[in-house]
Structures are given as C-alpha cells and as structure tokens.
Nanobody
Framework: QVQLVESGGGLVQAGGSLRLSCAAS????????VGWYRQAPGKQRELVAA???????NYADSVKDRFTISRDNAKNTVYLQINSLKPEDTAVYYC??????????????WGKGTLVTVSS
C-alpha cells in the first residue's frame, strides 16, 4: 500500500558530503514523524535523526552539527544532509516513516536502506 524509495548513498572520501532522500508513495494521507537510522557492520541499528510533522528535530550526539534532517511534505519526501563524513559513519542508512493511511490509522514503514561508505 505504501512504498518507500531511498537514494543518495555511495562511496565518499572522509570529509565529503552526501544528501540522502526517502520518498514515500501510495495510499498516503500525510506523514507524521520520520526517523533516519543507520546500522554499521556488527552493530545494532541506531536512530541518528528524527523530525516531527511540525518540523522539530533531534539528533544523536555522534552526528550533531554534521547531519541535518528535513522534509518536504508536499512531495512526501524526507532528506538527510550528511556533512564532514567520517569512516565511522559507514553504514546502511534507513528511513522510517509514520504514515497516516486513512482517517484514523497510522502505520510505520521502513525503507530498504541505502549504503554509505566513507573511505579514509
């Protein structure tokens, strides 16, 4: 019913930047909160950034001042701008969206992930 398409990952040298996007389509009335997560090899998945429907944001300490989450409600798209990349940022990045699918129901959906690899 709802599909998420992520893009923007790739191989980048340390100090470089990437802009990830997560576009939702399908039976969507609106999108509430959105989170960007990452999972590095051998590590647990962690929340790195979140944004509410109203645009307030929160960041993990490890990415604060380097990552910026934003949203375009008209396009049902969420972005993660990543600056000053470090090798330890290497991970698969996932978006998770809370989608209002009808009048009284919201559901969480995960993207399939996009790989960010940072070389030193």
């Amino acid at each position: 019913q709802v599909q998420l398409v992520e893009s923007g990952g790739g191989l980048v040298q340390a100090g470089g930047s990437l802009r990830l996007s997560c576009a939702a389509s399908g039976s969507i009335f609106s999108i509430n909160a959105v989170g960007w997560y990452r999972q590095a090899p051998g590590k647990q998945r962690e929340l790195v950034a979140a944004i509410t429907r109203g645009g307030s944001t929160n960041y993990a300490d490890s990415v604060k001042d380097r990552f910026t989450i934003s949203r375009d409600n008209a396009k049902n798209t969420v972005y993660l701008q990543i600056n000053s990349l470090k090798p330890e940022d290497t991970a698969v990045y996932y978006c998770n969206v809370a989608v209002v699918v009808d009048f009284n129901r919201a559901m969480n959906y995960w993207g399939k992930g996009t790989l960010v690899t940072v070389s030193s």
